[in-house]
């Protein structure tokens, strides 16, 4: 499988043979960079997560809850809240599964809602975990270590912060990083490549069972 960060909380994901683009964002301080696309996924309505049209390949959209299959991977979307008010701040968000390859990845959206019981539940363990970090429209850093606790995936992706460029009001990404040990964290270009091999090699190291990947947006 391979994962390319587009930016902000959008990636193009290659699993099971599919296309899949998730949250392309509109105007928020650089472009889209162009992409084709089987499948967009959007969490929510909000325009710097569901720029439909900026992605090319005359894609399917899911943007409602439900259980979908697309060629040999199937994807899940569960309901969320986008704030810490059950929805009376900002609605509602999705949260993304996606299993293929013998991979599960699962894509948080802009969750905003503390992390419970209920909701782990939803979600599940999965293989990779794509997470917001930088508060203010979802949950801080602090938030997000907790939710990679309980989901106890074996590789972690921050997403939604602050970077070159931006012009959202958020929190950058080593508030994040600081939480976990130097030697956890691998920082990378625009794309990785994973496959089940590599989640078993990371579940299998006692000392460290998770690698935390920071990713350099593709530029346009």
Same mark, same amino acid.
């Given at each position: 499988?391979?994962?390319? #960060?587009l930016g902000?909380s959008?990636?193009?994901?290659?699993?099971? *043979?599919v296309?899949?683009?998730?949250?392309?964002?509109?105007? $928020? *301080?650089?472009?889209?960079?162009?992409?084709?696309?089987?499948?967009?996924? &959007?969490? /929510? *309505?909000? #325009? !710097?997560?569901? %720029?439909?049209?900026?992605?090319?390949?005359?894609?399917?959209?899911?943007?409602?809850?439900?259980? #979908?299959?697309?060629?040999?991977?199937?994807?899940?979307?569960?309901?969320?809240?986008?704030?810490?008010?059950?929805?009376?701040?900002? *609605?509602?968000?999705?949260?993304?599964?996606?299993?293929? @390859?013998?991979?599960?990845?699962?894509?948080l959206?802009?969750?905003?809602?503390?992390? %419970?019981?209920?909701?782990?539940?939803k979600?599940?363990?999965?293989?990779? +975990? +794509? $997470?917001? &970090?930088?508060?203010?429209?979802?949950?801080?850093?602090?938030?997000?270590?907790? #939710? &990679? @606790?309980?989901?106890?995936?074996?590789?972690?992706?921050?997403? /939604?912060?602050?970077?070159?460029?931006? +012009? $959202?009001?958020?929190?950058? &990404?080593?508030?994040? +990083?600081?939480?976990?040990?130097? @030697?956890?964290?691998?920082?990378?270009?625009?794309?990785?490549?994973?496959?089940?091999?590599?989640? @078993?090699?990371?579940? !299998? %190291?006692?000392?460290? %069972?998770?690698? $935390?990947?920071?990713?350099?947006?593709?530029?346009?």
């Open positions: 499988m391979k994962i390319t #960060y902000h959008s990636f193009l994901r290659s699993q099971g *043979g296309r899949i683009v998730t949250d392309p964002f509109g105007s $928020i *301080g650089y472009p889209l960079p162009p992409a084709e696309a089987d499948i967009v996924t &959007v969490s /929510h *309505g909000h #325009y !710097d997560h569901c %720029n439909v049209a900026g992605v090319g390949g005359a894609p399917r959209v899911i943007r409602s809850a439900g259980r #979908y299959t697309a060629g040999d991977v199937l994807i899940s979307a569960v309901e969320s809240f986008h704030d810490d008010a059950q929805g009376r701040k900002r *609605g509602g968000n999705l949260i993304f599964r996606f299993a293929g @390859e013998g991979l599960t990845v699962c894509h959206g802009d969750l905003g809602e503390p992390c %419970n019981g209920e909701l782990v539940a979600i599940g363990q999965p293989d990779v +975990l +794509l $997470i917001p &970090v930088g508060g203010h429209y979802t949950i801080d850093f602090a938030r997000a270590k907790e #939710y &990679v @606790e309980r989901l106890s995936p074996a590789v972690v992706i921050p997403m /939604h912060y602050k970077t070159k460029g931006l +012009l $959202i009001d958020i929190g950058g &990404v080593e508030p994040f +990083l600081s939480q976990f040990a130097a @030697e956890a964290i691998e920082r990378v270009g625009s794309s990785v490549i994973l496959e089940r091999g590599d989640i @078993e090699k990371i579940a !299998d %190291n006692a000392k460290n %069972n998770k690698k $935390i990947i920071v990713m350099e947006r593709k530029q346009a």
